[in-house]
């Protein structure tokens, strides 16, 4: 059940670069493990939107999973600011259903999609393969659907 | 949840466990300042940032019950709710202890408590703010036949007058997805990239919980195009996507009003935008103040104790290493007087020495963590302990930042918290005395620690009425604890002492009079097992203050290591006040107490070993006495002869090889010899109840008493490393 195709990046055929942004460790170990059946790799992770932006600038991650509420600055603005600098930039907001207005207000802002918590792998990696999109290639046909 | 094996799965819950335990301190917390500034926004924002993280990471733990509770209490939670209700910080006690209990029933694997009184606070608390309504409403909608405005209708006859193609697409939003509203952004988001949208159904966001959307799209793209762009996963269940007829015909009619299709897209669109740039804003606020607490820093390493146990484990065999090195060094120094590459060996033991000395500082700086860990789940039970007994108390908190070594921080949290119960329900007196006494009518408690030397200082002290000595020596003289005599003779601060015996303080009158209530004994015998103490500092009508004095860690002490009867054993050296030597003929005997005259002061004395035989009395040999200071007590022991000091690693003994509480440990030396820690507590509690006159003997003999357990503990702990 857990067996995921992996995704690929298209031009190098190396693993996706994730960012993952969420004030509890908790929620990015857990996203974290995902990214991994996923065969992607965690390329940085932040616990607020300033250092959000920062790691995205040392990282230059190929997808940002960005929680909406955060100390010192919350994901959207924190994904504002990035778009606004990285307009090729994929952030996919992670959030839970009580933040649906600020979920569009990101999308409104730029940001390439979203995910609800608690976060399902299969409607991640679905997600993630939207949100890539030509980018991103799944390595051996194998069940592309779940 | 699919996506973990058992052994990630159980790692993650662990991870959970702790962070929650965590969440659910900051909550406390921020109940607290809720209560001291009831309806403050900010902390209301924070309750529910916690309450939502919370659920966040329940849920994806599987721990559905608590998940939804939080959700519950989340969306009740809002600013409009906080400002009409004002028992919202009892509301958020509640729940953190809810939260908790059903936290430690996950854990247990039992079942879960009842949340009743939650779930009804939750129900008033939505009920006031009117929230039920508006999620309870409109999720059972049916297509109804869309109706487009005439605005619409000519923006798309303008479209057609441009030569766009335009259709109409009716999506549904998959089911999955509890977020319509984000749904619809979404989809509205990839049509714009193909092209401008005419109209939108739904109008605005505002509107939640509709499953279906219509827009009308103008666009170059195909209809497989357009298709293919609207299949959003995991938000889109469904797509149609229709070209509206009609375009030729009204092509050349409307060539005219560019300005209303302007006018439409300005006027959705903006207000759209306003709403939630306003929703947004406030919550980025929230963010901003106030949430500095609850920032975990990124470069922490969370590691299971046992390993680094086991590290200082190995830097402790490592320095016994270096004593072996060190003695076969000198032997080889003996044999060979004049190598010179003696001089080598002893730069390097003396590098080899530093480093191991930097490197279980290092270990054990690894083990210490602030007080502030045991202090901040005061505040709360202060006020609820103070609330209980209609007291007002204030509680002071100072000195947070002062490491401890966690295990002993650990061990002592009971006994702290015991200390801070008794001087809120006991110590502190209710408002309507204090005025009477001329106090402010708010109780006070300082909770403070601090380093002293090579300990660490813990202190609990109240305002309250403090402790009468004179009543605890009545209530000692009537239980027969001590002898009249004894009890004239007795110092305030032995009296008070009798405090901490099992079973004294628990006498109803002394619990009503002097206020210190049960199980003070529990202090007593923690902070001995810690090879700690606790003095008490009490002035009647002013207040208390407990002092624990504890060691920096419980792995490694310098010890004095003496013999008796051609055995080694060894004492903390910061028990040992000083070292007399004296003759026997030196020595009195008072009411059968061996006592030794140091300067004005009389030295009760304790022999360690045999007393010796009468006849062959040796009036000029030579002993050592060793003045133990306990607290305000002092006591000598007397030994044969002194080893020398040494850094011991302590190494406990099992309940098995030593059933003596006299021993408190043992140790190796460098030569492979064990040698035993004495309990410097044990031997002066046991000295002070074996009670001399009785039995017409001396105390002495102490060790040999109990000698066949120690040597044969001895000689099952004795290998050599």
């Known amino acids: 059940m857990e067996q995921f195709a992996p995704v690929r990046r298209s031009k190098d055929g190396q693993p996706v670069r994730y960012l993952v942004v969420d004030d509890s460790v908790f929620a990015r170990k857990n996203l974290g493990q995902m990214i991994e059946t996923f065969g992607g790799q965690v390329a940085g992770e932040a616990g607020d939107g300033m250092t959000a932006i920062t790691e995205y600038e040392r990282t230059n991650p190929d997808i940002v999973l960005m929680d909406i509420t955060m100390p010192q600055m919350e994901g959207i603005e924190a994904a504002e600011k990035i778009v606004r600098q990285h307009p090729e930039a994929r952030i996919v907001m992670v959030s839970s259903v009580g933040y649906q207005e600020n979920i569009v207000a990101a999308l409104q802002r730029g940001a390439r999609h979203f995910v609800q918590k608690p976060v399902k792998p299969e409607v991640l990696y679905e997600v993630i393969k939207y949100v890539l999109g030509e980018d991103g290639t799944v390595a051996q046909a194998a069940g592309a659907g779940v | ?721």
Not at chain 2, 436 to 441: E, F, I, L, P, Y
């Open chain 2, 1 to 721: 949840m699919s996506q973990s094996s058992d052994e990630r799965g159980a790692e993650l819950r662990q991870l959970f466990f702790e962070s929650a335990q965590e969440l659910l301190q900051s909550l406390n917390e921020e109940a607290l300042k809720l209560e001291k500034h009831p309806g403050d926004v900010e902390t209301v924002r924070s309750i529910r940032r916690l309450v939502h993280t919370l659920k966040g990471d329940a849920a994806a733990c599987g721990f559905r019950e608590l998940s939804e509770l939080a959700h519950e209490l989340e969306d009740a939670l809002t600013v409009e709710a906080a400002a009409s209700h004002t028992a919202l910080a009892e509301m958020a006690f509640i729940a953190a202890d809810t939260f908790g209990s059903v936290l430690s029933a996950y854990r247990n694997k039992k079942s879960l408590p009842p949340a009743e009184t939650l779930r009804r606070m939750v129900r008033e608390l939505a009920g006031s703010a009117g929230s039920v309504k508006r999620r309870r409403k409109a999720t059972g909608e049916t297509a109804a036949p869309v109706i487009w405005t005439e605005y619409e209708k000519l923006a798309v006859e303008n479209a057609f007058s441009q030569g766009k193609r335009v259709y109409r697409i009716t999506a549904r939003i998959d089911p999955q997805c509890l977020m319509p509203i984000a749904a619809r952004q979404l989809l509205l988001n990839a049509l714009a990239t193909l092209g401008e949208v005419l109209g939108a159904r739904p109008e605005t966001a505002s509107p939640a919980d509709r499953k279906r959307l219509e827009f009308l799209l103008a666009s170059d793209a195909s209809a497989e195009q357009v298709t293919a762009k609207c299949h959003i996963p995991t938000v889109i269940a469904q797509v149609k996507v229709e070209a509206v007829k009609g375009g030729a015909k009204s092509a050349k009619r409307a060539a005219s009003p560019p300005e209303t299709e302007k006018k439409i897209a300005t006027q959705v669109q903006p207000a759209e935008k306003e709403a939630v740039a306003a929703a947004s804003s406030t919550e980025n606020d929230g963010a901003e103040k106030g949430q500095a607490g609850v920032a975990t820093a990124d470069n922490i390493l969370r590691v299971d104790a046992e390993r680094i146990d086991n590290v200082l484990n190995l830097v402790g065999e490592l320095i016994i290493g270096k004593s072996m090195l060190q003695q076969a060094l000198n032997e080889f120094a003996r044999h060979y007087p004049k190598e010179a590459i003696r001089g080598r060996f002893a730069d390097a033991m003396a590098f080899q020495a530093r480093v191991l000395n930097d490197l279980q500082r290092s270990v054990m700086k690894i083990r210490m963590v602030p007080v502030e860990q045991l202090f901040r789940r005061f505040p709360r039970m202060v006020r609820d302990v103070a609330r209980q007994c209609g007291k007002e108390v204030e509680l002071v908190i100072s000195g947070q930042d002062t490491d401890l070594d966690k295990s002993i921080l650990d061990a002592i949290a009971e006994p702290i918290t015991h200390l801070v119960r008794n001087a809120v329900g006991h110590g502190i007196e209710d408002a309507r005395e204090r005025t009477a006494r001329g106090k402010a009518a708010r109780g006070s408690l300082r909770l403070n620690a601090y380093h002293q030397g090579n300990q660490v200082i813990v202190e609990v002290s109240d305002d309250g009425h403090g402790i009468d000595a004179q009543k605890v020596k009545a209530k000692a003289l009537e239980q027969g604890l001590v002898t009249p005599e004894e009890a004239a003779r007795m110092s305030e601060a032995e009296t008070l002492g009798f405090v901490f015996r099992p079973g004294f303080s628990t006498a109803e009158e002394i619990t009503e009079i002097s206020g210190r209530g049960v199980g003070l004994d529990v202090v007593q015998s923690v902070l001995q097992r810690l090879k700690g103490r606790v003095e008490i500092d009490t002035r009647p009508g002013q207040g208390t203050t407990f002092r624990l004095k504890l060691p920096l860690t419980l792995a490694i002490i310098k010890a004095l290591l003496f013999r008796v009867e051609q055995r080694l054993y060894a004492i903390p050296l910061n028990t040992v006040a000083e070292i007399a030597r004296a003759r026997e003929s030196d020595l009195h005997r008072v009411d059968n107490y061996e006592v030794l005259q140091i300067r004005n002061q009389v030295l009760p004395l304790v022999r360690l070993g045999r007393a010796p035989v009468p006849q062959d009395e040796h009036p000029a040999e030579r002993i050592f006495v060793l003045v133990i200071a306990l607290g305000e007590r002092k006591l000598g022991l007397i030994v044969e002869a002194l080893e020398g000091e040494e850094e011991l690693v302590i190494k406990a003994l099992d309940d098995q090889s030593v059933s003596t509480d006299l021993v408190s440990g043992a140790s190796i030396l460098g030569d492979g010899r064990v040698v035993l820690i004495l309990n410097i507590a044990a031997i002066s509690d046991r000295y002070g109840k074996s009670r001399p006159g009785e039995t017409g003997e001396i105390a002495s003999g102490l060790l040999l008493s109990h000698g066949e357990r120690a040597r044969r503990a001895q000689a099952s702990t004795e290998v050599r490393p």
